[in-house]
């Protein structure tokens, strides 16, 4: 089977503007986290869709949406970009929901700078 | 608020001998945890987890302690291999199932 895969890989962008991060899971998962790592923070949970519905939220500003599409495919969007959102963004899918029983696969990340 | 902490941003070790990473959490309500590693321009990788309900868990060179009156747990790499360097993630399976991730530790093996 094909792993998550992310794109863009590498993304520039300038304050104020808004980006969209793709995330295609591994076939047959219908579960979708993301992640923003940070070198002061480390990793930290953003949200989690499954069957097209979000199911858990981190502690993030309302900036930071997304949505999965029927095909589990899931996009993550953050508007009026802040320096501080630079980051390493991290997709994760699993079979079933996001839980101690159910394995999370990672994808390669996206890596964006807000200039 | 940290709720996983690793306090040990590095580690240097050599290769043969035995590499220790240890990880501190604040919830005692977690009931799963597990070890990641990264290497760069690469998402984690799931290395090996434990349950509340046991104090270690062993998979070849990796042995994971759970020292829950301490809140403490640890992965012990023995023999460690230059293969081994890269960035290790501690996290705690959060209640709605969420991980929820420590800083990291990046391991160097040398040679």
């Known amino acids: 089977k094909a792993g998550v895969t992310q794109t863009p890989r590498y993304l520039i962008k300038t304050r104020g503007q808004q980006v969209t991060l793709s995330c295609s899971p591994i076939?047959?998962?219908?579960?979708v986290s993301w992640y923003q790592q940070t070198p002061g923070q480390g990793l930290q949970f953003l949200f989690e869709?499954?069957?097209?519905?979000?199911?858990n939220k981190g502690n993030f500003p309302g900036r930071f949406s997304g949505r999965q599409f029927s095909n589990s495919r899931s996009e993550m969007n953050v508007s009026t970009l802040e320096l501080g959102d630079s980051a390493l963004y991290l997709c994760?899918?699993?079979?079933?929901?996001?839980?101690?029983?159910?394995?999370?696969?990672f994808g390669p990340g996206t890596r964006l700078t807000v200039l | 608020d940290q709720q996983v902490k690793q306090n040990s941003p590095s580690l240097s070790v050599q290769e043969g001998r035995i590499s220790i990473l240890n990880c501190d959490y604040t919830n005692s309500m977690f009931d799963y945890f597990l070890w990641y590693k990264k290497y760069p321009a690469e998402g984690p990788t799931f290395l090996i987890s434990?349950?509340?309900?046991?104090d270690k868990n062993e998979d070849g060179r990796f042995t994971v302690f759970l020292n829950k009156s301490a809140k403490h747990l640890s992965l012990h790499i023995v023999p460690s291999q230059p293969g081994d360097s890269a960035v290790y993630f501690c996290a705690a399976a959060g209640s709605q199932g969420n991980l929820i991730f420590g800083k990291g530790t990046k391991l160097s093996v040398k040679p």
């Open positions: 434990i349950s509340s309900i046991k």
């Open positions: 994760a899918s699993s079979e079933g929901h996001a839980s101690s029983y159910n394995e999370q696969f």
């Open positions: 076939s047959g998962h219908r579960s």
């Open positions: 869709y499954f069957s097209e519905t979000q199911r």
